[in-house]
């Protein structure tokens, strides 16, 4: 053991009495600063405080109302406050994903007994909210196996109160017919109608004669219509009654015909086919003013000059497989094409469509393959383009190319856009092989421009079916 040494014992007892009045500082600063001034308690005051749970009554209330009542029963958790409010509140929406819900990794066989035992939960929400005298907006059904009888019974019902909005109904089995009591909702705003037959006229169980001259949907602006077992002429005939119709989306119909689209408010139309389903022989656009935005897929519809004047204001247009703009379409922004570059004929039609766009700021292309006769020579493009297109060289933007196997044509005609277009901003490829091969940064028309690779395996250009896709910025970016 070290000898006693007092020097350093004195030493430590004035560093101790250093620390104490260190430490007395300390909690005098502590003092000080807690006492503070009035603006700095309010701003203390101010952040602890729940401004939310501040609002009136009224508006939070109207808050909950605004959310499904899955997610206000979450909301609700969140204090005693929000509780009442949420055992106040009544929804004005029926969901079949929340009656009875359904577990994961369910069998087949106990999935059907649950969806059949949803149209019951179904019917006895109707009946409650008729009793109660509370009003149902929305009836969302998609995953239910009702009998016609019972669909009859709850558009019925929702036809009485005229409040009705929103009706979806997708059918997992087809073959069954639609009842005449949708006619009757003349409030509706939106409807989804997914593997029906279209109601028979006349005829035992069938719509009277007389009742079709009177019914009209007149405040209906979104139409869906999938799987759907209707005529060429009830589709027409149906258009014909709702006048305020905005989007209009037609898919994978059972019968087949040449379809006229008359609609002078319509905004949007989508027309998608499978090889399963009737194609229709041929769309005609005859009266469509206020049309911005055309998908197709696979309906050839040639944009030429009858088509320009019966659609003044299109600035979107797709997918086309076998496309050729014939005429030329200022006004069009976003296209969507489906081509084949290894084959020469198209490589023109591909040329020639982005000469007939010169104001194009988004190009949206699916690369197919398919056999080449390139025989192992490059193509040069710029000699095709035959001078300079003007949509490269001004208004271009942005490019998503989707391409499964990349080929030496399909490479060049990549490099091709990053050396004419002048004002690219970005482009995306959803390939991830061929990012030591693209045109270096310096030699770009755009040098500044980012090429993102997408880790995916989309390589099929995809659209939004339903009739709300006129609300998205860009349809197909999925």
């Not at 009836?139 to 005229?162: F, G, H, R, Y």
């Not at 084959?343 to 591909?350: G, K, L, P, R």
């Amino acid at each position: 053991m070290a000898p006693f040494n007092p020097n350093n014992s004195r030493r430590k007892a004035t560093d101790t009495s250093s620390t104490a009045k260190r430490g007395v500082a300390k909690r005098n600063l502590r003092k000080r600063t807690r006492r503070g001034t009035r603006s700095s308690g309010l701003a203390d005051e101010s952040s602890s405080q729940d401004r939310l749970s501040a609002l009136p009554q009224d508006m939070l209330f109207y808050i909950l109302t605004l959310v499904s009542l899955h997610d206000a029963a979450r909301i609700a958790v969140l204090s005693t406050e929000w509780w009442h409010l949420f055992s106040e509140c009544q929804s004005d929406t029926i969901d079949d994903k929340y009656v009875c819900p359904e577990r994961p990794r369910l069998e087949t066989g106990l999935r059907c007994h649950l969806w059949e035992r949803r149209s019951h939960g179904i019917s006895g929400a109707l009946i409650d909210s008729y009793m109660r005298d509370r009003s149902i907006r929305r009836l969302i059904v998609k995953q239910t196996l009702p009998s016609s009888e019972v669909i009859s019974c709850w558009l019925n019902m929702l036809s009485l109160d005229a409040v009705v909005e929103d009706i979806v109904l997708e059918m997992p089995c087809p073959k069954l017919c639609l009842p005449h009591f949708i006619f009757n909702c003349s409030s509706l705003r939106t409807l989804s109608l997914s593997n029906f037959c279209w109601p028979r006229i006349g005829g035992q169980n069938g719509v009277p004669t007389s009742y079709i001259p009177s019914w009209t949907l007149p405040v209906l602006v979104e139409l869906t219509l999938r799987l759907m077992d209707m005529t060429v002429h009830n589709v027409m005939d149906l258009l014909r009654r709702c006048p305020a119709l905005l989007s209009l989306s037609l898919c994978c119909p059972h019968r087949g015909g040449s379809l006229i689209i008359r609609c002078k408010n319509l905004l949007s139309l989508t027309i998608d086919s499978d090889n399963k389903s009737a194609n229709y022989n041929s769309v005609g656009v005859e009266e469509a003013p206020k049309l911005e935005r055309l998908l197709t897929r696979p309906p050839t519809l040639k944009l030429g000059v009858a088509a320009q004047g019966a659609m003044p204001r299109l600035h979107t247009a797709g997918v086309f497989q076998k496309y050729g703009l014939q005429v030329v379409w200022e006004q069009l922004r976003t296209v969507a094409l489906i081509t084949n570059l290894d084959d020469s004929s198209e490589v023109q039609q591909a040329i020639m469509s982005l000469h007939n766009m010169p104001n194009l700021e988004t190009l949206h292309m699916q690369m197919k393959n398919g056999p080449s006769d390139a025989k192992g020579k490059s193509t040069s493009f710029e000699k095709i383009a035959g001078g300079p297109i003007k949509c490269l060289e001004s208004s271009l933007k942005k490019v998503v190319l989707r391409v499964q196997y990349m080929s030496r044509r399909k490479l060049e005609f990549v490099n091709f856009l990053l050396g004419a277009a002048k004002v690219l901003k970005s482009m995306l490829i959803c390939n991830n092989r061929m990012g030591g091969e693209l045109l270096h940064p310096e030699s770009r028309g755009s040098p500044g421009a980012q090429v993102v690779f997408l880790q995916n395996n989309k390589y099929t250009l995809e659209l939004n079916t339903s009739a709300s896709n006129y609300k998205l910025a860009d349809p197909f970016m999925l």
